[in-house]
């Protein structure tokens, strides 16, 4: 029996968002081949889409929509579907993002993920070597929790970088001068601040890593610390008020939220 037979829809979204694919083509009449055809895929991919082996793509679901005449039935499944290509373990900081009121994040060698542009996510995740397909997915699974922001009520973002994070090109200029307009771009929203720890700062209180702190509409904030293999998220009162005061003796040395945009502006200048 076909890995796509064993499929239990109700098991998770994914599943479910398969064996519908897969029940609806077949009841229409068209093979994999055709359908990956029209939603410029490799038939192989969609093979593997409708096992629950790799995640849908935004364009496939666009895609089946019009086909099945199912309205927005995929395209409303589909930003469910992605936080799939999250590991099991981020995930529910993911949710607790989509809950948070505020958010603070200190990064030290990349622009935090809720910032990055399409091409320079896409480098940052090829430069672990990743597959094609992973990378696409976690690409467009990045840029959809990005969304947050752009809400009715988006949450205060606060981003300390260290300047090492605007030294850090990837492979092309191009990529990282859009990548720094973007950011500047960002700052001018009044929901976000931009600060920037200059070299000259020398040592400061972020040398433990990076973190993002999130007060949340609800219960208790948290603290998620990034690690090398996975991260962790962190609940306990004493290490809130600890990455709290971190953040505050961050924001203390960081130069101001203007001539952080013009340190930016002039970095992306010299690209």
Same mark, same amino acid.
């Given at each position: 029996?076909? &890995?796509?037979?064993?499929?239990?829809?109700?098991?998770?979204?994914?599943?479910?968002?398969?064996?519908?694919?897969?029940?609806?083509? @077949?009841?229409?009449?068209?093979?994999?081949?055709?359908?990956?055809?029209? /939603?410029?895929?490799?038939?192989?991919?969609?093979?593997?889409?409708?096992? $629950?082996?790799?995640?849908?793509?935004?364009?496939?679901?666009?895609?089946?929509?019009?086909?099945?005449?199912?309205?927005?039935?995929?395209? =409303?499944?589909?930003?469910?579907?992605?936080?799939?290509? &999250?590991?099991?373990?981020?995930?529910?900081?993911?949710?607790? @993002?989509?809950?948070?009121?505020?958010?603070?994040?200190?990064? #030290?060698? #990349? #622009?935090?993920?809720?910032?990055?542009?399409?091409?320079?996510?896409?480098?940052?995740?090829?430069? =672990?070597?990743?597959? =094609?397909?992973? !990378?696409? @997915?976690?690409?467009?699974?990045?840029?959809?929790?990005?969304?947050?922001?752009?809400?009715?009520?988006?949450?205060? %973002?606060?981003?300390?970088?260290?300047?090492?994070? %605007?030294?850090?090109?990837?492979?092309? /200029?191009?990529?990282?001068?859009?990548?720094?307009?973007?950011?500047?771009?960002?700052?001018?929203?009044?929901?976000?601040?931009?600060?920037?720890?200059?070299?000259?700062?020398?040592?400061?209180?972020? !040398? $433990? $890593?990076?973190?993002?702190?999130?007060?949340?509409?609800?219960?208790?904030?948290?603290? &998620? !610390?990034?690690?090398?293999?996975?991260?962790?998220?962190?609940?306990?009162? /004493?290490?809130?008020?600890?990455?709290?005061?971190? &953040?505050?003796?961050?924001?203390? #040395?960081?130069?101001?939220?203007? /001539?952080?945009?013009?340190?930016?502006?002039?970095?992306?200048?010299?690209?």
């Amino acid at each position: 029996m076909a &890995y796509a037979e064993k499929l239990d829809p109700s098991s998770s979204v994914l599943a479910f968002y398969a064996t519908d694919l897969r029940r609806r083509r @077949e009841a229409s009449g068209l093979t994999q081949r055709a359908l990956a055809g029209q /939603a410029l895929m490799a038939p192989s991919l969609l093979n593997k889409i409708e096992a $629950g082996l790799r995640l849908p793509t935004k364009d496939l679901s666009e895609v089946a929509d019009s086909v099945f005449g199912t309205a927005d039935h995929f395209q =409303r499944l589909w930003p469910l579907v992605i936080k799939y290509a &999250y590991p099991a373990w981020f995930r529910p900081y993911v949710d607790l @993002e989509e809950a948070a009121t505020a958010i603070r994040s200190f990064q #030290v060698q #990349v #622009v935090p993920g809720l910032l990055q542009t399409e091409e320079y996510a896409r480098a940052v995740l090829a430069a =672990r070597r990743l597959d =094609r397909e992973t !990378v696409d @997915e976690q690409v467009a699974a990045r840029l959809q929790r990005q969304h947050v922001l752009n809400g009715r009520t988006p949450p205060e %973002l606060w981003v300390v970088l260290d300047e090492n994070v %605007l030294r850090r090109p990837p492979s092309g /200029a191009e990529v990282m001068r859009a990548q720094l307009e973007s950011l500047i771009t960002a700052a001018e929203r009044p929901s976000t601040v931009v600060q920037v720890v200059p070299f000259s700062a020398g040592l400061h209180a972020g !040398v $433990g $890593g990076p973190f993002s702190a999130l007060t949340l509409d609800e219960g208790p904030s948290i603290v &998620y !610390v990034d690690g090398f293999l996975q991260g962790q998220i962190l609940a306990d009162p /004493a290490q809130v008020k600890a990455a709290a005061r971190a &953040y505050d003796l961050l924001t203390a #040395v960081a130069l101001p939220p203007d /001539a952080s945009i013009d340190l930016i502006a002039a970095v992306a200048k010299e690209l």
